[in-house]
Nanobody, 112 residues
Framework: QVRLVESGGGLVQAGGSLRLSCAAS????????WRWYRQAPGKQRELVAA???????NYVDSVKGRFTISRDNAKNTVYLQMNSLKPEDTAVYYC??????WGQGTLVTVSS
């Protein structure tokens, strides 16, 4: 059974940086697309970034140029480097590796 375990959230001031990690335990296919989602209080969960097995990436417009998603297939891990953080980035961030495969969520709080 595959489990996704996230780390790296926390409290940071506006303009700061954080790096989220999500490691998969168990057997996964490297062909899967990794995704990061986030959910702010009172809002719907939104897709933030995705990276395919071939390394192609895409981002929601609000984070383009500030966030970078990457993956390490040998470690079954995906990362989200978040720079120039803004208060509106405050949310619980979730990694996803396909239908029903979600991390537990990690809280990112950006203070103004």
């Amino acid at each position: 059974q595959v489990r996704l375990v996230e780390s790296g959230g926390g409290l940071v001031q506006a303009g700061g940086s954080l790096r989220l990690s999500c490691a998969a335990s168990g057997s996964i296919f490297s062909i899967n697309t990794w995704r990061w989602y986030r959910q702010a209080p009172g809002k719907q969960r939104e897709l933030v970034a995705a990276v395919t097995s071939g390394g192609s990436t895409n981002y929601v417009d609000s984070v383009k140029g500030r966030f970078t998603i990457s993956r390490d297939n040998a470690k079954n891990t995906v990362y989200l480097q978040m720079n120039s953080l803004k208060p509106e980035d405050t949310a619980v961030y979730y990694c996803n590796l396909g239908v029903g495969l979600w991390g537990q969520g990690t809280l990112v709080t950006v203070s103004s």
